[in-house]
């Protein structure tokens, strides 16, 4: 029994692995979910889906509280295998709330031949910030791994694991989900246009343009 129980960021961690599932970016246990809970006392905790655990089988009671050391609060399951990775992001990115970690196809497709995934579509960067960049290859699961994540998604809200997958953080759970069925079909779109002789990317204009708004949107507009 734990005196933390977290139910409603339990319950929509819960919902989002089950859309994922439905939607085919994850299949077993492969990829993971985090939220930034709110800070209790002095300490900042973090709701993680466990290691191991089939995402159809997996209930709210499985998932997992961690403390900035990512050791579990009150905890009988093991955090996810890739906790090092949402930490890092969570450290770099203040703005971060949620980070959703996926193998999804086409994104893994891209991710295999150590592409980014260019500026094609408007949508791309206006809510994930521009190009989907690809991140050095790393063993899964370790701090390197988090590091080069953490380092190829700069500012951004994607970024691709080379020979692995797709990492997506946004502000909130439900924008980080979009975010990654959102690449997930640009992925898609971009493997296919270059099947059929070439993606071509969005003028820079509008890129830039684009990227404005994707600032603005997120408090990030000092930045540059
Ligand atoms: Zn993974």
Avoid: W
């Amino acid at each position: 029994m734990t005196d933390i129980s977290y139910q409603s960021q339990r319950d929509s961690i819960v919902a989002a692995v089950r859309e994922l599932d439905a939607r085919g970016l994850v299949s077993g246990s492969s990829g993971n979910v985090s939220l930034r809970l709110e800070n209790e006392g002095n300490h900042e905790r973090y709701l993680v889906t466990p290691a191991g655990i089939s995402y159809d089988e997996l209930t709210a009671d499985d998932l997992v509280v961690v403390d900035e050391q990512l050791e579990p609060v009150g905890a009988e399951l093991v955090p996810s295998t890739e906790s090092l990775l949402h930490h890092g992001i969570y450290q770099a990115r203040p703005d971060v709330g949620a980070v959703v970690h996926t193998h999804s196809l086409y994104a893994s497709i891209v991710a295999v031949t150590s592409k980014r995934i260019p500026p094609v579509v408007d949508e791309m960067i206006v809510y994930v910030g521009g190009p989907v960049e690809v991140a050095d290859y790393e063993f899964p699961g370790t701090s390197e791994l988090a590091e080069a994540g953490v380092r190829a998604l700069g500012d951004r809200r994607a970024v691709l694991l080379r020979n692995h997958g797709l990492c997506a953080a946004a502000p909130s759970l439900k924008e980080a989900m979009h975010v990654a069925i959102l690449v997930e079909r640009v992925a898609q779109i971009y493997v296919h246009a270059e099947m059929m002789g070439g993606a071509v990317a969005l003028p820079d204009y509008a890129v830039e343009a684009e990227r404005q708004v994707y600032l603005m949107r997120s408090g990030l507009a000092d930045s540059e």
